[in-house]
């Protein structure tokens, strides 16, 4: 006396269901009563008067023209060319979810339980996929959601793959290829091939994808906030006191850890771009030039020595631009120097230059100069790299591990010679080497950082009123104004000889190697006047000292001078 609602007609014999019967079997359909689909290997349900699953075929196909998917409620369309119930919002043509009147957007279908949660619950659970409803990613420890048909969420090769051949890259919307492959929506504007973000016609640089809702600000918001990076947008890291953009699916910064870390032993640095390795050690796009493994900068496919990188657009100048500037260092770009007069480049994060104060200062107490490298001190106090030979810590020249006492730095080209080269040549002084005078005929090396040598007034001069003979040392004065270093005998100020801290009275500069004597060497010699050391006389038969500038001693002179 029921209908099948109310429990009417035949019931599923299966324990425990109360469903209908379906047909002339005694089961449901969930329990394989009805027809079933006759395609191999199926056994759901064949649809209306047919012998298939919709999947194969069965019940009311979708009249369009070209279309074969299934015809939906009363219509003869699917759901794509407007078949089924249709949203009831006011403008809306999506279809309506389940037993409700609204499509998703509109608060149609499930909806999550967790608590002040009002999206759309997945599957057949009752949690939106934030709240851990549908289905999972089947990889080991993996939580995220799996993508379409598939067991696997994106990163674990879930959903569909790029068509690009040797390309695993999960393919965009309806295309059959990634971003990177043209796969995705792209942008309008003319000449643009780059993607097009959210639900907009264009990429970030023209316009596109979500905007900063700061005054006055146009670029981008991050994330699921409504601000650009400047503004306080995206995840920031939550180390104590630090306000950086969290790295990735990470919640600290770069500096605090977050982000891929480099997979070589004992390297916790930052692994680089889609690569598991820090630049150090290979992580990161690398130059094409050949036979070179330097990162290639920027967007370019070349390092900064080979083209890489922007270029300075001053004429004629190809050295890298600097910053978000479009000129080099020589050509004004990049940060300058606040302190009045001064065009010098600022360092580091600092508003000034080093000898204004800028870049990272020393930290041993009472210095003030730069700290060298990554280290937190000077040269003089340590810091900076050290000569690699046993029991040195001096600093290394240049790209070496030595110091020039240990063949640290360029050296000097000619024959035989291994002193160091100066500056931009390849040669030491006494070879040519290095800055020379610009004084007509003159061919010694220019001082310090003038043009000059120091007979045409070139190095620093004494500053005693009157005096312009040349400042010793790191002092302001010449030798007879008391500059340079002085003997360190109680009571003297006569300056030490060499490199010693005496004066030739006080057994200062080199001495005399014969036996018993402790007169001083001459010259480059090993031994005193008396013992054959310094010029000698070049007259035939005469090992006499030569004189002065001379190459005669004072016999043979006044022979000659008598003679003449």
Known sequence: MFCKAHGGGKRCQADGCSKSAIGSTMLCIAHGGGTRCQADGCSKSAIGST?????????????????????????????????????????????????????????????????GCSKSAQGSTMLCIAHGGGKRCQADGCSKSAIGSTLFCKAHGGGKRCKADGCSKSAQGSAMFCVAHGGGKRCQADGCSTSAHGGTMFCKAHGGGKRCQADGCSKSAIGSTMLCIAHGGGTRCQADGCSKLAQRSTIFCVA???????????????????????????????CK???????????????????????CQADGCSKS????????????????????????????????????????????????????????????????????????????????????????GKHCQ?????????????FCVAHGGGKRCQVDGCSTSARNGTMFCVAHGGGKRCKADGCSTSAQGSTMFCIAHGGGKRCQ?????????????FCIAHSGGKHCQADGCSKSAQGSTLFCVAHGGGKRCQADGCSKSAQGSTLFCKATRRREALQG
């Open 51 to 115: 012998l298939f699953c919709k999947a194969h075929g069965g019940g009311k196909r979708c009249k369009a023209d070209g279309c074969s998917k299934s015809a939906q409620g009363s219509a003869m369309f699917c759901v794509a060319h407007g078949g089924g119930k249709r949203c009831q919002a006011d403008g809306c043509s999506k279809s309506a979810q389940g037993s409700t009147m609204f499509c998703v957007a509109h608060g149609g279908g499930k909806r999550c339980q967790a608590d």
């Open 256 to 286: 605090h850890g977050g982000g891929k870390r480099c997979q070589a032993d004992g390297c916790s640095k930052s692994a680089i771009g889609s690569t598991m390795s820090c630049i150090a050690h290979g992580g990161g796009k690398r």
């Open 289 to 311: 030039a050949d036979g070179c493994s330097k990162s290639a900068i920027g967007s370019t496919l070349f390092c900064k020595a080979h083209g890489g990188g922007k270029r």
């Open 321 to 408: 631009a600097i910053g978000s500037t479009m000129s080099c260092i020589a050509h004004c770009g990049g940060k300058h120097c606040q302190a009045d007069g001064c065009s010098k480049s600022a360092i580091g994060s600092t508003m000034f230059c080093k000898a204004h104060g800028g870049g990272k200062r020393c930290q041993a107490d009472g210095c003030s100069k730069s700290a060298r490298s990554s280290t937190m001190f000077c040269v003089a106090h340590g810091g900076g790299k050290r000569c690699q030979a046993d029991g040195c810590s001096k600093s290394p020249i240049g790209s070496t591990l030595y110091c020039i006492a240990h063949g640290g």
């Open 414 to 426: 000619a024959d035989g010679c291994s002193k160091s080269a100066q500056g931009s040549t390849l």
């Open 489 to 501: 005998a109680d009571g003297c100020s006569k300056s030490p000889i060499g490199s010693t801290l």
